[in-house]
């Protein structure tokens, strides 16, 4: 069905600050065709729904705990979908996912969508 691969992970500290990329290839469909979300799974929990952006850039913050922190943008001419994090926190540490669906609308849950990446780790210390 094709590919997503996330980059830009890495280890800061509280406070800080990365962006996140995804990058898609190999879709069955345009890239536009897609929406697209961004996901967490923290050790010993499920996945987590963090926020999601329609073709024309209509987003959704699903996690509180993220909403003013964590802006997600998307470049289709690029077939790229990006993810802000801002203000860090030890509790954002997690594996990060992109996701695509093949739909017109957002959802929040992780069984919604088609195409998934492999993950970025991110750490946040204290």
């Known amino acids: 069905e094709g590919q997503l691969v996330e980059s830009g992970g890495g280890s800061v500290q509280a406070g800080g600050s990365l962006t996140l990329s995804c990058a898609a290839s190999?879709?069955?469909?345009?890239?536009?065709?897609?929406?697209m979300g961004w996901f967490r799974q923290a050790p010993g929990k499920e996945r987590e729904g963090l926020l999601c952006i329609t073709a024309s850039d209509t987003s959704t913050v699903y996690a509180d705990s993220v909403k003013g922190r964590f802006t997600i943008s998307r470049n289709n001419a690029k077939n790229t979908v990006d993810l802000q994090m801002n203000r860090l926190k030890p509790e954002d540490t997690a594996v990060f996912y992109c996701?695509?669906?093949?739909?017109?609308?957002?959802?929040?849950?992780?069984?919604?969508?088609?195409?998934w990446g492999q993950g970025t780790q991110v750490t946040v210390s204290s």
């Open positions: 996701a695509a669906r093949l739909d017109g609308s957002c959802y929040q849950w992780a069984e919604m969508f088609d195409v």
């Open positions: 190999g879709l069955r469909f345009d890239f536009d065709d897609y929406v």
